[in-house]
């Protein structure tokens, strides 16, 4: 298949389009996501002039009620795309994602079921304060019933969300701002990451690092530092994270006996030590390091950027993670 | 005044939720089955009454205490009953319990033990009618106390802004649970909430089908007709507080109550059907031993329905079966 080299923000424009040509029941709902502005982040630019308001349908800042909406109209056959503008505002919304979303099918006993997809923005890192700057799919990931799903680079976000839109399940899509703007690789016509599949972005030999969003570039950037010492790391994108790729993780940590994982969320109760708990329930007497984990600060995100690079994990970050499973 | 075959209908539907929940209360008694029961005694007017304006391609939402709202919108008894004792011939197969019945062939798409979590859904529900072009409308069902929750407020302006089918039907049964309602809210009157979003409200007699009847028939023509959301707040009373057998009611005054069982709505309706003189005794009759039979039938199915299969925990979690 033929590919252009693209932005996460083209990506995910393209594959909305394509997803709305193809799929009559596929409609999005957000805030602010009509021509012109197309969203807060731009994606959704062309779609109302081209598809019309109904299909592309501007919210009150209403999270409950997009939320609820989208679960209604999914359970009557639709295939709505909902958005959260920014992912800490699912907090506004959890009820309906965490209570009902997830829950309608097993409370009903399989007889009706939410095929609806949720895309967040993840704004860390991009001086937003405290309150817009919350890597939350740990949240997600704690809730039976949903699955869950964070993108890397372009391709990714289309394959991800292609395969979402068409899963039976409420799909939880969170998307690194941070990333948006980053060029990459896309396949132009349909593509699909198939759900819980990893990716082994760098194949390597002495230490598995599994990481998912902004910390994919950041480990992969460390695999080259560390190269240079002799150091062979391999690093895995999990790409989904609800359902993940266990197998993919353990054979690679058979493989090379010592693991890092890094996520830019919070690192308490974060989806990394629920990684680590696999690990090494599964590969007890073959590991020759625990764990360890790469993640945000146990605080808020503060404002002044000075304090805000402290808070997320750099590349500096994952190196040391890596050396200090050698000691 | 409505032509006496719906009028008849309505008086069944609420005879068969009144002895439904006549059995299911005697069950729990008897200790037979021990469940969390939400009794509705005393609200089977409004269901009934809507519901005849109502097809199985209309749908409804509504919370843990709205077994009657599912028994009137056409659920099959037995599955209902069995899904309350928590058996796999419920309709959710054991796995919902009384605070999430649903039956979507009759349009019973959810029921919410989140007060008012439902409301929000039925847009959804309505919104898709409205964008196939179809003339169905949606029904939700919350309480007094759902009125003052947040959900409920971003749903109604959304309806209203969106224009979309939906009728709001507040049951005011004046109790939160265990409070009062106008220890909850300033409004005497729940529906002057409505104008606040820009829909119609009234507030009718929810113990009076036939008035219950004009307010709704007025409201779904208008959701059919493209005309938006209405509110619809029915007054009513809850005879049996909010937990059966584990309330004793002492937080709602006696002379309140006393008034509320003279006034007991099913044998009230009963009573005007005959005085109006359109439907006879013999008819009334007729319906009571028919329905007496379907629930009785309903209870031996439900009884003698299985206890899930332990595997069935993992099961409807997602599409796929996953394990442990």
Known sequence: MSESKLTMVQALAQTLDQALERDPDVFLMGEDIIDPVGGAFGITKGLSAKYGRERIRETPISEQAIIGAGIGAAMAGAKPICEVMIADFYAVCLDQVANHAAKLRYMSGGRTTVPMVIRGMLSGGLNFAAQHSQAVESWMIHVPGLKVAMPSNPADAKGILTTAIDDPDPVVIFEPVALYSVRGLCPDGEHRVPLGKAHIAREGTDVTVIAYGTQVPLALAAADQLATEGISVEVIDLRWLQPWDEQTVLESVQKTT?????????????????????????????????????AGANTPVPFATELEQRHFPTVDSIIDAVRRTNT | MIDSQTRLGIYERMYRIFRTDTEMRGLIMAGKVSVIYYSARGQESIPSAVSALLTTEDTITTTYRGMHDTIAKGAPLNEVIAEIIGRSGGTSRGKGGIMHLNDPRCGVMATSGIVGGAVPIANGLALRAQMTNSDAVTVTYFGDGASNIGAVHEAMNMAAVWNLPVLFICQNNEYG??????????????????????MPGVTVDGNDPDAVYAAAETAVARARAGEGPTFIEAKTYRLMGHVFGVDTMEYMPREEREAAVAADPVPAYRARLLEDGQISDSELAEVEAKVDQEVAEAIEFALASPIPDPSDLYTDVYAEVVPA
């Open chain 1, 258 to 294: 010592r693991a890092v994982v890094a996520h830019q969320a919070v690192r308490r109760g974060g989806f990394g030590a629920e990684i680590a708990a696999v690990i090494q329930e599964n590969l007890w007497g073959t590991l020759r390091s625990p764990v360890l984990r790469v």
């Open chain 2, 177 to 198: 649970e265990y409070t009062p309602r106008m220890e909850s809210m300033k409004v005497e009157q729940i529906s002057i909430r409505a104008s606040a979003y820009g």
